[in-house]
């Protein structure tokens, strides 16, 4: 009985070189662009960047969370719902007013959730300033 060995493991290629050529153009594109953002709004905005980075990032991918249930209650029942007051002109027992109801509130609720990570996020970086720069403030005779 003769046991095979595995080969020893070659070296796997970099993620850049299994890239399209586009691919890699699009990415060199879109870190030239943010290298200047952050730049930016770095020298603008100071420790207080980040914050607002991170809500414009959560506030994107919530949009596009938000487009989901329109999307395919738009896609299923063929119509679109954006407030409660269209929920209530459609039939009362029709399947498309329950519809109406779980896709507005879904939306509801994820604004809900977009606000306060955007709040706490905020919150949470005040606090650090405040107790970071406490005693430095002008006039306080510290350093």
């Known amino acids: 009985m003769t046991q095979q060995q595995n ?5 796997q290629q970099s993620t850049s070189q299994q890239q399209t050529a586009l691919g890699r153009r699009t990415k060199r594109i879109l870190m030239n662009v943010w290298e200047t953002l952050d730049l ?4 603008l905005m100071g420790d207080l960047w980040r914050t607002v980075y991170l809500s414009i ?7 596009i969370l938000l487009r989901i249930p329109g999307a395919i209650g738009h896609w299923i029942i063929g119509k679109d719902f954006s407030s ?3 929920c209530l002109q459609e039939n009362a027992l ?22 306060g990570r955007i709040i706490g996020r905020f919150w949470v ?14 006039g306080s005779g510290q350093p």
């Open 57 to 63: 990032q959560d506030a994107i991918a919530l949009s």
């Open 125 to 138: 970086d005040l606090s650090d300033l405040r107790k970071n720069k406490g005693g430095g403030s002008h």
């Open 84 to 86: 409660f007051d269209l």
């Open 40 to 43: 930016l709004g770095s020298a």
């Open 94 to 115: 029709g399947a498309s007013r329950y519809a109406c109801f779980i896709i507005v509130a879904s939306d509801f609720a994820l604004w809900i959730v977009l606000a």
């Open 7 to 11: 080969p020893p493991p070659t070296q």
